[in-house]
């Protein structure tokens, strides 16, 4: 336990399991309020009776991350309850995999949904109260997938390209009244999204064996490894970081 965002109120969405989870879970033990938003109750609910229960001030607030009404009553729900947010994890986040020709529209819009418009949903919502405090962080979970291309994953890997600029660009221009914005990009993590994503890609033949990704980054990433990476990002250690990406993939986007 340590108290590198001691004073901070975080909000992490996607924050019932997962990567997501494990951020929610440090963030407390680091000394921050953090408020998690899911469409996961069951699990979003019990993560912070836990943590409520061991004395962290944490609180769940159920939304659709892609959805602008949700996401805004999500987010007045935590500042009601914890306090002006200044600290935001943009975690939410789905995959699509199928070969291109089979991909149908509504496959494109709801990946976009989810991925990206609730990126911008859930900072449009955040960023004015790190405005009006003249400080805050906001870190946003791309993934490898941005910039290194897998077969049957057009959709994903283009959203996540979105996910890549969007991060710089809000870095830009809001530098200078005191926000800062990163992107984390996780390789091959070992949770429900990424064991599914190995089995999907398996079974279209895309060669994501132990052995491929042990050649790749060396083993399966785990949550915490994203946790602690989000972690540096959100905390003032990294307050001359601005507008990068974090490649969390032990080498496999330096080969």
Not at 67 to 95: C, E, M, R, W, Y
Not at 175 to 193: K, L, S, Y
Request: charged content about 20%.
């Amino acid at each position: 336990m340590g108290d590198r965002l001691k004073g901070k109120v975080a909000i992490v969405s996607g924050g019932a399991t997962g990567c997501g989870a494990a951020a929610v879970r440090l963030f407390a033990a680091e000394g921050a309020a953090v408020g998690i938003i899911d469409r996961n109750v069951q699990a979003g609910q019990a993560l912070a009776f836990e943590l409520a229960s061991l004395g962290k001030r944490v609180v769940f607030a159920t939304a659709d991350v892609s959805q602008k009404d949700q996401v805004n009553a999500a987010v007045a729900n935590v500042k009601a309850s914890l306090g002006p947010v200044n600290v935001l994890f943009n975690h939410a986040g789905t995959i699509v995999i199928k070969p291109f020709l089979e991909t149908e529209e509504e496959d494109w819009d709801f990946l976009f949904d989810v991925n990206v418009k609730s990126m911008y949903l859930m900072t449009r919502a955040v960023l004015p109260m790190m405005l009006q405090a003249g400080k805050g962080a906001i870190v946003c979970t791309s993934s490898i997938s941005a910039v290194y291309a897998t077969p049957n994953e057009v959709l994903y890997d283009a959203t996540k390209g979105a996910c890549h600029m969007f991060a710089r660009a809000i870095a830009v221009e809001f530098r200078d009244r005191g926000i800062r914005c990163n992107a984390i990009c996780p390789g091959f993590i070992e949770t429900p999204h990424g064991l599914r994503e190995v089995k999907e890609l398996t079974a279209l033949g895309v060669d994501v064996s132990e052995a491929a990704l042990k050649a790749a980054q060396g083993r399966f990433g785990q949550p915490e490894d994203i946790a602690r990476a989000a972690l540096y990002l959100a905390s003032d250690d990294a307050e001359f970081v601005n507008g990068t990406q974090l490649f969390v993939d032990n080498a496999f986007s330096a080969v």
